[in-house]
């Protein structure tokens, strides 16, 4: 079943999520999947150290950073530097239907998982059919 209100809410955590300044975002690609009653968020962090790793909300704004550090001793003449090293940083705006308090992260593989739990009311439930006098109470 889909929530219409829940599906445009995830559009636009899709759009909001764009790179800041254009192009594409190739140091932290995302990947976000509603299931029942979460939505996980990943994050590709390929030899990142996990200590390194921030996962904060603020204010319905959840940021990902992370550090990759390559140092090279005197003796390595580097000819090749494609890698990217340095700070990395995410933001997602999490729509009103998700629980920003209830967030969960693990860090494993080089892939950072953030679980996001969608609030109870946000999620389906089914809806009892009045029959006879009640029905006629809802009519009136």
């Known amino acids: 079943m889909r929530l219409t209100s829940i599906d445009s809410a995830f559009?636009?955590?899709?759009?909001l999520t764009q790179p800041v300044?254009?192009?594409a975002w190739t140091s932290m690609p995302m990947d976000a999947v509603r299931r029942n009653d979460e939505v996980l968020?990943?994050?590709?962090?390929?030899?990142?150290?996990?200590?390194s790793i921030e996962v904060t909300v603020d204010g319905g704004v959840l940021s990902v950073s992370a550090r990759r550090e390559e140092t090279y001793?005197?003796?390595e003449g580097v000819f090749v530097h494609e890698r990217s090293t340095g700070t990395f940083t995410r933001q997602v705006y999490l729509p009103e239907h998700l629980d920003a308090d209830g967030v969960q992260a693990a860090y494993d593989n080089g892939v950072l998982i953030v679980r996001v739990p969608?609030?109870?009311?946000a999620?389906?439930?089914k809806v009892e059919i009045a029959k006879?006098?009640?029905?006629r109470a809802l009519t009136k």
């Not at 559009?11 to 759009?15: I, N």
């Not at 968020?41 to 200590?51: A, H, M, S």
């Not at 006879?132 to 029905?135: C, I, P, Q, V």
């Open 11 to 15: 559009r636009e955590l899709e759009r």
């Open 132 to 135: 006879g006098d009640a029905a």
């Open 41 to 51: 968020l990943r994050f590709d962090l390929p030899g990142i150290d996990p200590d």
């Open 21 to 23: 300044f254009g192009g």
């Open 73 to 75: 001793t005197e003796d």
């Open 123 to 125: 999620q389906p439930h």
């Open 118 to 121: 969608v609030l109870e009311a």
